[in-house]
């Protein structure tokens, strides 16, 4: 265990008119040891996330989304999910 935080992003899959709207995916991280987690989530109709990729081409941000450590290792560059 290194001690360094844990980091945390959430992101919808689905668009607003989707049964499936609140089905999200979960990530947490920590940057010292690289080691990280991904899982569905239930983040209600009424919460409005923050696209850490909605400055990328939505190519880029496509590919990111299907490459779960690519997609960690860009968030944390960027120090998205710090508390």
């Known amino acids: 265990m290194c001690h360094e935080p844990v980091h945390s992003y959430e992101y919808r899959l689905h668009p607003p008119e989707s ?3 609140e089905r999200c995916v979960g990530l947490v991280w920590c940057s010292g040891c ?3 987690s991904g899982s569905m989530v239930h983040i209600p109709r009424r919460k ?3 696209d850490a990729l ?3 081409p939505a190519v ?5 989304r299907r490459k779960e450590a690519a997609l960690v290792d860009h968030l944390d560059g960027r120090g998205v999910g710090r508390r």
């Open 60 to 64: 880029d941000r496509d590919l990111l």
């Open 48 to 50: 409005v996330l923050v």
């Open 54 to 56: 909605a400055s990328l």
């Open 19 to 21: 049964r499936s709207f």
């Open 34 to 36: 690289r080691i990280y």
